[in-house]
């Protein structure tokens, strides 16, 4: 299996409109950007993304124009599934996975689109293209928010989505010695942002949970471009 970060950003990404700040600067000069966050999941011939953002048309086309055969909503956010809206006229339009209250608040905005709609539950496992996926609810607050945890028969990669710290004890429990954890950063330490983790956060996160290999996504403007274990968009991941 393959993993690809084909976004890393926040809501706003980077370069952020009108900002002139050493991360924004550097993005302008160099072309190197943050996309709105995403995870493309390559298996048995098979494309999986994990949230549809904004950005969605300009990664496809980065990533090759892959034909993508589902989708799993992690929240109602705008960046992370009005993208959906890009697979107008492309193709035919892929199922999605969603938790149940997910996936009746995301659909409304999608009337002109006719596709399978497959509810899921937490903690409850579910396969796609030979691939193993349980949702697990964190903490994002006012929206209905779950992370992923990917499964192939030998590797557990974990994604937190967006959450704070406060992450329920039983989504802690599955997450635990992953071989890779993808997880919310929107900010340095020192900066608290009541809906999500900020960097300092989300490396203590990953050291108390064992993790093998972790990097951070959901990133923001203000972290610096060669911050340690930040995500790089188009960094790929090989897994047996």
Known sequence: M?????GTGDAIGTPKIGCDCPQCIRSRETGEMRLRTSLCLE???ETILIDTTPDLRQQLLKHRSPHINAVIWTHGHYDHYTGFGEFYRIQKIPPVYA?????DYCVT????LAFEKNPVKPFTPFEISGVRFTLFPVTHPPART???LIETKKHKIGFTSDTNREIPE???????????????AIVLGGTRIHKHMNYEDACTLAEELGAKDFRCVHMSHMIPWNTPHTGRDGESFFFE
């Open 2 to 6: 393959k993993l690809t970060l084909l």
């Open 43 to 45: 298996n048995r011939g």
């Open 99 to 103: 938790d149940p209250e997910v996936l």
């Open 109 to 112: 905005f999608f009337p002109f």
């Open 146 to 148: 779950c992370g992923v």
């Open 170 to 184: 039983e989504s802690l429990e599955i997450l635990g010695g992953c071989d890779l954890l993808l997880l919310d």
